[in-house]
């Protein structure tokens, strides 16, 4: 592990149009067919998938930032625009495996969403997600980032870097979900929630 003393002041560029972030230490990238069963309408998911589709939905660059206790992960996340069955493209959802100190920073720099949260008393929230907005999501909630633009989202990511993220709080776990209804985000129950 390396220590305090030996990282060195560095500056982190970036660019929304076009997306560039510089350096990253890695890229996440996923599509449909990587996170098909996000997605409560698998019919949906499975019909564009049969057609030959797999839009990608997410891509997240991190920066390299050594993963131990008292460093800062900095990271640049685009959610890009579009809809499973009436739900809308977003991240998987994950939550931190310290619930008690390891909080996230949400910077929106373009487009709009939804920022889900739930803890697992099952208490949720709602937040905007916009050009102006910084969210502030507490340790103990889990949360996923819902794009309801027409452009893609997105937003820096600032969290202490040697936090892990748990994927398996997935779609079965959040009790709502964000759909579209009537040219509107809504938010709706999770069908699926546990």
Do not use: W
């Not at 890695?26 to 998911?45: G, H, N, P, Y």
């Not at 709009?112 to 999501?137: C, H, R």
């Amino acid at each position: 592990m390396e220590s305090m003393a030996s990282i060195k002041p560095f500056n982190i560029t970036y660019s929304i149009d076009p997306l560039a972030f510089e350096p990253k230490e890695e890229v996440i990238l996923r599509s449909l067919s990587t996170m098909k069963e996000a997605f409560i309408d698998q019919t949906a998911a499975e019909a564009a998938l049969a057609r030959g589709e797999d839009p990608r939905i997410v891509e997240v660059y991190m920066a390299p930032v050594p993963h131990g206790e008292g460093f800062l992960m900095a990271n640049i996340n685009v959610v890009y625009p579009g809809k499973v069955g009436m739900e809308y493209f977003m991240t998987k959802g994950h939550i931190h495996d310290d619930p008690d100190h390891a909080p996230e920073i949400y910077i929106t720099v373009k487009g709009t969403g939804k920022l889900l949260m739930q803890n697992l008393a099952g208490e949720y929230s709602v937040l905007d997600m916009a050009e102006g907005l910084i969210n502030y999501i507490p340790a103990p909630y889990a949360h996923r980032c819902i794009n309801t633009g027409s452009q893609p989202l997105v937003y820096l990511g600032v969290f202490p870097a040697d936090t892990e993220r748990d994927y398996s709080f997935d779609s079965k776990n959040f009790k709502k979900l964000v759909v579209e209804r009537d040219g509107q985000a809504a938010l709706v129950d999770n069908p699926l929630a546990k």
